[in-house]
């Protein structure tokens, strides 16, 4: 059974910056990519960022140039680099793998931006 397990999440002031790391139970290379989503309050869960197993990153407009995904040499964690961080950017952030037509999902970790 694959597990996915966020930590990084917290309180931060605006303009500050955060590491999320996401901690696979297999290897992350078994997957066809790696994400990051995040859900915020009232709204829909949107994608933030993506690897894909061959390497090719995918990010959300709102997020390019301040956020960075990046896979660990351990080959079973996936991280996101948060800088320069805005209150929008407030949410759950949720990791994700998806394998053919499985995805597999994280706990979700908060992340709280402050004014």
């Known amino acids: 059974q694959v597990q996915l397990v966020e930590s990084g999440g917290g309180l931060v002031q605006d303009g500050g910056s955060l590491r999320l790391s996401c901690a696979a139970s297999?290897?992350?290379?078994?997957?066809?990519?790696m994400g990051w989503y995040r859900q915020a309050p009232g709204k829909q869960r949107e994608l933030v960022a993506e690897?894909?197993?061959?390497?090719?990153?995918n990010y959300a407009d709102s997020v390019k140039g301040r956020f960075t995904i990046s896979r660990n040499n351990d080959k079973i964690t996936v991280a996101l680099q948060m800088n320069s961080l805005k209150p929008e950017d407030t949410a759950v952030y949720y990791c994700?793998?998806?394998?053919?037509?499985?995805?597999?999902w994280g706990q979700g970790t908060e992340v709280t931006v402050s004014s």
């Open positions: 297999i290897n992350i290379f078994s997957f066809d990519a």
């Open positions: 690897v894909t197993r061959g390497g090719r990153t």
């Open positions: 994700n793998a998806r394998a053919s037509m499985h995805y597999y």
